[in-house]
């Protein structure tokens, strides 16, 4: 994984909204730092995992790199195109490589049409097939997504939730794309058939060797699919590595405990009430000088309040912002 | 133990104009006084209709067609609205999921607390308001003084739930019915959630139903646990006993395909073929049968238990042991199982 070819190439992405009350009458000049110098490399047919809690900015980001969102600041570099300062025409000619699954199946998909439309219209559009062939090529993807060939003469609201994210698999593939966002594509769905579309997703990258970007608060999901993970907090990255180095050895206290707050499916490993993090993340409006996690993290000291930490190497590609990593206080898992 | 709550043969029905179905299936169970019981199970299994039916708040569709629920001399499902409505905040109180739905948009979060405070546990307004801006405080919420003249829509998501939460917990209940009560929640507050409702067992003696389809938070709270599926009991143990000697097929296929990040990852998750029956008032044999593993004849098809055979569909073929009714046996002392053929595995 490690030699093959960087797909997408993200650097000091950042996308900053108004803060509230910060209108036309009212003008503070605050702004919430959603996504705030977030870079990451992503290779071909890899998954890299984008894990945090609400407000992370992990959703964000994700919209950033497929161009839904214009970002502020930094760079994405596709296959050594710069998207960040595209036009939406622009972006339409690139649009057929970088897809994107949404959590919700039920709203992205066109109640109105049937499944044949909704997967051959985005064909048809982009020049894939012709009107004529695209029955056969939609009965194709039907296949390869596990839905009956008879499912494309019904209607959305006739399949199950997990057929429909099938359904919206099948489309994001349609158009044969390098990547794919994947924002909490299985969050809504029941444990079982969480299962069926990740080992799906699965299969369909062995196959035909798509990359994703796997943006889920579920780590559970995350760490079954993904090759690398990247944690997120209050808009930044703050821990990148291999999944299961992240897993076994978090270097971010924020990442460990994170980590140890996913409940194990195991009585026997019922961890001690120590080690739950107190408070909550805050707005991230203001957000100061310092580490943005030092407030709630058991560790600060007073270069966290006062230096912002930087995401550094601590081998083998495993980086976490965090000066007490980097002060070589190996942190233990489970704080 | 002494038995809190005994729900015996309950049966809720679904009025359609497609025809009356039967949502829950002579569903009995008791709660010990100080016990956390765990009902886990998927969309669609009754978990949730259950506790609905026993708090009285069951849609305009639904009814109960048999059963009892015994909770401190009296019968929950025979109760008037007004008898209810005086043990509902005080003695049993419940919290799920959809928190915007259970906060006035058009009063302060403070007030609200407060008035379910004076209400069940103490009348004086000071000691009530100050007793509130200690329950803000303890799930989290930043100057809960302040907090107290914020009105619902202030909060964020997150925060309205935890609020929701005080507020059913601020009375003391000695039962806490929580429906999915952190899945909304980031898994930080998640736990800092599960360890207040941990605590305020150890504290008050207040027994909890805990219904989630998250195994992991039924492992790491639950005394004992009923499995559900399409509203019938398939199993139910203690919590030891469940996750390390599953009986039913059901149960060891949904413990299989939950990703557990302490695993390592190279084992494919068990996924299970098709999906819950959607009617399943007139099935008459194994209600999983369709989707077991082991329901094809000569056990696993070829491999180690329902873990084994992945994502392939069962054959079709069902053998007769599964086609007939399945009584809820008990094989070993409490533990109890819908399945004839759960100890031949």
Known sequence: MQDSHILLSVRDLTKHYPAEGNGFFHRNNEFIHAVDHVSFDLREGETLGLVGESGCGKSTTGRLVVGMEKPDGGSILYEGQELAGMSRKELSSIRTLLQMIFQDSYQSLNPRKRVLDILADPMVFHGIVSRADAPRRVGELLQLVGLPADAADRYPHEFSGGQRQRISIARALSLNPRLIVCDEPVSALDVSIQAQILNLMKDLQDRLGVAYLFIAHGLGAVHYISDRIAVMYLGEIVELGEGQEVFRHPLHPYAQALIGAVPAADPDRRPDDASILKGEAGDAVHVGEGCRFAARCPFAADQCLREHPVLTDFGNGHLAACWRAARGHECEPGI | ME???????????????????????????????????????????????????????????????????????????????????????????????????????????????????????????????????????????????????????????????????????????????????????????????????????????????????????????????????????????????????????????????????????????????????????????????????????????????????????????????????????????????????????
């Not at chain 2, 259970?102 to 069940?120: K, N």
């Not at chain 2, 907090?147 to 005080?166: D, L, V």
């Not at chain 2, 199993?235 to 949904?254: C, Q």
Request: aromatic share 6%; proline share 6%.
């Open chain 2, 3 to 345: 038995t809190l709550l005994d729900v015996n043969d309950l049966q809720v029905r679904f009025h359609s104009d497609f025809g009356d179905r039967i949502v829950t299936d002579h569903i009995a169970f008791q709660v010990g006084s100080g016990e956390i019981l765990g009902i886990v199970g998927e969309s669609g299994s009754g978990k949730s209709v259950t506790s609905l039916a026993l708090m009285g708040l069951l849609p305009g569709n639904g009814s109960v067609l048999s059963g009892s629920a015994q909770f401190g001399g009296r019968d929950l499902l025979a109760l008037s609205g007004k008898e209810l409505d005086e043990i509902r905040g005080r003695d049993i109180c419940m919290i799920y999921q959809d928190a915007l739905a259970s906060l006035d948009p058009v009063f302060p979060v403070g007030l609200q607390i407060t008035e379910a405070i004076r209400r069940h546990v103490e009348p004086d307004r000071k000691k009530a308001h100050s007793i509130a801006v200690s329950w803000l405080d303890r799930i989290g919420i930043p100057n809960p003084e302040q907090a107290m003249n914020r009105y619902p829509h202030e909060f964020s998501g997150g925060q309205r739930q935890r609020i929701m939460i005080a507020m059913g917990l601020s009375c003391r209940p000695k039962l806490l019915i929580a429906d999915e009560p952190t899945t909304a929640l980031d898994v930080t507050i998640q736990a800092q959630i599960m360890k207040i409702i941990r605590d305020l067992r150890r504290e008050l003696g207040m027994s909890v139903i805990l219904i989630t389809h998250d195994i992991g938070l039924i492992a790491q709270n639950a005394d004992r646990v009923l499995v559900m599926y399409a509203g019938q009991i398939m199993e139910s143990a203690g919590v030891r006993e469940l996750f390390h000697h599953p009986l039913h097929p059901y149960t060891r296929a949904l413990l299989a395909s939950a990703p557990d990040p302490g695993d390592a990852r190279e084992r494919r998750l068990v996924s299970i073929p098709g999906s819950v029956p959607e009617n399943y008032t007139n099935m008459s044999g194994c209600r999983f049968a369709s989707r077991c593993a082991y329901a094809g004849g000569a056990g696993p098809s070829g491999d180690t238990g329902a873990g084994g055979s992945g994502s392939t569909a069962p054959s079709g073929y069902i053998c007769p042991e599964c086609l007939q009714h399945q009584e809820l046996r008990e094989p070993e002392p409490g533990h109890f199982v819908r399945c004839i053929r759960a100890d031949g595995f």
